[in-house]
């Protein structure tokens, strides 16, 4: 083959090289990109001239700075940062963990709840499974629960956020692929719910055969009474969940765009935290009482303060969720940026007719080809993160996409979206899988000293497992991704 057909090849090649070397993903992509266009230039001008490399400003202009759809992102990410630095999210699980505390297994339930609400509200997984290791797993782990069956709770718990709409990924998958936000968010509601189903499930059955796992919660673990209760449900539990039935509602009774459920979804997470923080202690209402229990550390809070104390207190925080957002953000649209220019080049060389050609001399037909594509996403989930696998291989699996065809199973125009979805639950195990499962790796930073890695990757796996057994639900009943999608459109 000569050398200008192999530069596709060889940019995966060096692409593969630096990436396990380290160096960051952002410059990687557009150094590789770059590098090979000028390497492309100098060993044939047809293949790629100067012309071409003066569009790549425009190209990346044209493909981020002016997609609407991608200033989803930070107000996603600000939604769900506020949610969690002003308390909201804080108070949401100690009220789950109050309502389930009489269920076996109760404390793992209310964290799975927990991420299963968390994950309708950002993207952002170091965010949860942080959030969740702090808050939960101290108190898990002097309840008896066993090291194993409390982090991978946790941990599959915080990385729904991946799949549950509204998600970042699902917003970046749309545009790669060209198709509808909505739709997709649409697609991605069944498949998430099922997944959490099956961690509930799990959890029911394992602490049912074998209560040792799973020590009850104390009965008198929080207030007392029914009033006292439907007070905590009420400012507790209902305005977080309000809050994202407005921003998930108006998505799906197609009422407004998924940028435009952004910006609610935001407004909504700055009302909650001015309420939660300033507003609230000035009518005397206090956080959750669990002096009986002793676990929970709510010393962060502004009660005893004045008025305008507590004001300025909500300032800092506002200053502080600005200041990540920002930051996430950036580091997001670095590697769009990185990507973009990635693949302009691979394509610019003739990649996809290159990728095109090497599928179809394989002859492996359309659920071969399936089946192949999920392996190589599952294989790299075990050394990169999600938005690297995202913007690296789905420009390269478009064009696959076309050519498969599956009859009376899937019909082609909704092939893609189902494609997407089956993407999306696979990629959900890369941040578990060791040994760069980044999802353990941010448990390991904030879990007590008693909790060993090993503890940690022993107690992923059945949640992989899980997780493998949704993917296969999805490749068999195509509807669980398609029917809603169907209704909500018809």
């Known amino acids: 083959m000569p050398l200008a057909e192999m530069l596709p090849l060889l940019m995966f090649a060096a692409l593969g090289i630096l990436l396990f070397m380290g160096y960051p993903v952002a410059f990687t992509l557009g150094g590789i990109g770059l590098g090979f266009a ?69 404390l793992a339930l209310a964290v799975t709840l927990m991420g299963t609400i968390l994950a309708a509200t950002t993207g952002i997984i170091g965010a949860s499974v942080v959030m969740m290791s702090l808050l939960a797993l101290p108190v898990m782990t002097q309840r008896g629960y066993d090291p194993r069956l409390a982090t991978g709770t946790i941990a599959a718990s915080g990385t729904l956020g991946i799949l549950i709409p509204p998600s970042i990924m699902l917003v970046i998958m749309a545009d790669l692929l060209g198709r509808s936000v909505g739709n997709l968010f649409v697609a991605a509601v069944f498949p998430g719910l099922i997944l959490a189903g099956l961690y509930i499930l799990y959890i029911v059955v394992r602490t049912w055969t074998k209560p040792e796992l799973a020590p009850p919660l104390p009965s008198d673990m929080g207030p007392a009474g029914i009033g006292p ?13 309000i809050l994202i039935a407005i921003v998930l509602g108006s998505i799906l009774a197609g009422l407004a765009t998924p940028t435009e459920a952004a910006g609610v979804g935001a407004m909504g997470a700055l009302v909650l935290a001015f309420i939660n923080l300033v507003l609230l202690p000035s009518f005397g209402v ?17 009660e005893g303060r004045t ?61 071969g080809l399936l089946f192949v594509l999920m392996g190589i996403v599952f294989f790299l989930g075990f050394f ?54 980044f999802a353990l790796f941010y448990m ?23 997780q493998i057994i949704g993917l296969i639900l999805v490749m068999a009943f195509p509807d669980i991704a398609l029917w809603l999608p169907r209704q909500l459109l018809n």
Request: with cysteine; aromatic share 12%; charged share 15%.
């Open 38 to 106: 000028f390497l492309a230039i100098w060993i044939d001008p047809f293949l790629f001239d100067w012309p071409q490399f003066g569009a790549i400003p425009s190209r990346i202009f044209g493909a981020i700075a002016e997609k609407l759809i991608l200033t989803a992102i930070p107000m996603f990410i600000f939604m769900g940062t506020m949610l969690e630095r002003s308390g909201v999210a804080r108070d949401l699980l100690n009220c789950l963990q109050v309502l389930m505390r009489r269920v076996p297994g109760g």
């Open 307 to 367: 008025f305008g104390e507590r004001l300025r207190g909500f300032g800092g925080v506002i200053a502080d969720v600005v200041h990540r957002t920002a930051l996430t953000n950036a580091m997001l649209f670095g590697i769009f940026v990185g990507a973009t220019l990635f693949s302009f080049v691979f394509r610019s060389l003739g990649g996809d007719d290159l990728v095109v050609g090497i599928v179809e001399s394989l002859g492996l037909g359309s659920w």
């Open 444 to 466: 390991k930073a904030v879990a007590p000293k008693s909790i060993r890695i090993q503890q940690i990757y022993a107690g992923i796996i059945p949640f992989v497992i899980l």
């Open 286 to 302: 206090k956080d959750i009482d669990f002096a009986a229990s002793g676990e929970v550390n709510l010393g962060d809070r502004l």
């Open 384 to 437: 990169f993160d999600w938005i690297e696998i995202t913007l690296i291989v789905l420009p390269v699996f478009s064009p696959i996409i076309e050519l498969m065809d599956f009859g009376n199973h899937v019909a082609k125009p909704e092939l893609v979206y189902w494609f997407a979805i089956l993407l999306a639950v696979n990629l959900q195990t890369s941040f578990l899988t060791p040994p760069f499962g």
């Open 229 to 241: 209760v439907l007070v905590m449900v009420l400012r507790s539990f209902l305005p977080p969940v």
